[in-house]
């Protein structure tokens, strides 16, 4: 059987209903599945337009139709669930396609295709495609339809409305690990994902090293956070290395000493790792309290196990929960507290100092900051700010140490300023390509 004998005759739909319902469905997803691949890897993209309409919309977008296309045919007594995953996945087959191939711009049009008013008119005489008309009504008003619209949507554009499209690529890697997608979103979501942040990353630079040249244009190239331009100074502070004591080098350093030890010592030394250089010690000794009472008591039967690989990566990962969200749903204590007496950047840098001794955690950490966005959401703008204020941190503080790309602080002169402090405006930013290594 061919896919194409699912587009059954126009004349009589219940011709080869009861033989469709004797297939197994799993047997006729796989072919469905096999048949867009190949349409898809072959075909003009208009092509493939026609044909996945003639699959699942023909028939169903006038409000006299007195037939349904062949593949409902297969699922009219099964679950709902089972036709918009089949649909869903078909949808991801073309999207991967394109995007690799570099035709985006038809995603929309595939988008598009589901724009029918018609859709919503029932047929009194034809219950069977009533029932077919309200499952797309449905799926269109669902999370997952709106989740394909995020890959017909072009870069510029992700950012405007709500707030928290402006993080969009967190929410895509949460797509990308999400086992009940299909593998073609995941991998779609994981590519749209790394576009934006490189994109991101890209203007990041470009922005800072025209801010800091009297020449360049001033319009060129816009700052891509909304923290206006004192950004440029935040920068330098993230930038800013003293030498041995550089969070790169100490990150080392704490991985060669903490070899060989239990999960009790390790706990230990991973806190005084995290706290020793936040600069108000009040703030310190509230958050290393919560922080002990929450560490301290996790796998605390495991205390005298010695630390494998695995274990590192499963202690690191509930550093994070405890610093973002434990549960998935709901933020943490520490989060809530840090955020709302205004130390984004101390909290930022806690998570930055976690992934540099682990950065097979990153991945776990994108994924709550995914959770935390759905949670603040649905709350306006105006509410959000701090947490707002913390995404723009963390959007600036990872990009800076991402792997492909080194920013550099270099003095400018003779520093004038007398006091113990740092002057950072005798400072200059600079970025370079990292030379390529293993990932």
């Known amino acids: 059987m061919t896919a194409n004998t699912l587009l059954i005759s126009q004349e009589d739909p219940h011709c080869v209903t009861s033989n469709s319902r004797q297939l197994n469905v799993q047997i006729v997803q796989e072919e469905v599945y096999s048949f867009f691949i190949e349409i898809v890897n072959k075909m003009s993209p208009s092509d493939v337009l026609r044909k996945f309409k003639a699959f699942f919309i023909d028939g169903l977008d006038s409000s006299y139709s007195h037939s349904i296309p062949g593949i409902y045919n297969i699922f009219l007594e099964h679950e709902e669930q089972e036709f918009r995953n089949t649909l869903k996945r078909c949808i991801y087959i073309i999207i991967n396609t394109w995007k690799t191939n570099r035709k985006d711009k038809y995603i929309q049009e595939l988008v598009n295709l589901f724009a029918i008013e018609t859709l919503k008119a029932k047929t009194k005489d034809f219950p069977a495609a009533n029932i077919c008309k309200s499952w797309l009504e449905n799926f269109i008003a669902s999370k997952d339809y709106q989740e394909i619209k995020l890959f017909a949507t072009k870069h510029d554009e992700l950012s405007q409305g709500h707030w928290a499209n402006r993080y969009t690529s967190y929410l895509l890697v949460a797509q990308s690990v999400n086992e009940n997608n299909p593998i073609e979103q995941q991998e779609a979501a994981r590519k749209l994902s790394r576009q934006i942040k490189d994109k991101f990353k890209f203007e990041l630079a470009m922005y800072i090293a025209r801010s800091q040249s009297a020449v360049s244009s001033t319009t060129r190239y816009k700052n ?156 306006p703008e105006d509410e959000c700010k701090w947490v707002i204020n913390f995404m723009e941190i963390f959007n600036i503080t990872f990009a800076i140490y991402a792997e492909n790309v080194e920013y550099n602080l270099i003095k400018m002169g003779e520093e004038q300023s007398s006091n113990s402090q740092l002057n950072l405006d005798g400072y200059r930013v600079f970025s370079q390509m990292k030379v390529d290594r293993q990932r």
């Open 224 to 379: 891509p956070s909304i923290l206006g331009d004192n950004v440029l100074h935040l920068i330098k502070a993230i930038v800013l290395k003293k030498g041995v004591f550089s969070h790169e080098n100490i990150a080392n350093i704490f991985i060669k000493q903490t070899q060989g030890q239990t999960l009790e010592q390790f706990k230990t030394s991973i806190e005084k790792y995290l706290f020793f250089s936040v600069d108000n010690q009040e703030l310190v000794k509230s958050l290393r309290q919560q922080f002990v009472e929450n560490l301290y008591l996790w796998k605390k039967d495991f205390n005298q196990e010695i630390v494998t690989k695995e274990l590192f990566l499963r202690t690191c990962n509930r550093v994070i929960d405890c610093l973002t969200t434990e549960n998935g749903k709901e933020p943490s204590f520490l989060f809530i507290l840090l955020l709302t007496q205004g130390h984004s950047l101390t909290l930022v840098i806690l998570l930055l100092k976690t992934i540099l001794i682990c950065s097979n955690s990153r991945r776990h950490l994108e994924i709550k900051i995914a959770h935390l966005i759905r949670y603040y959401e649905k709350y």
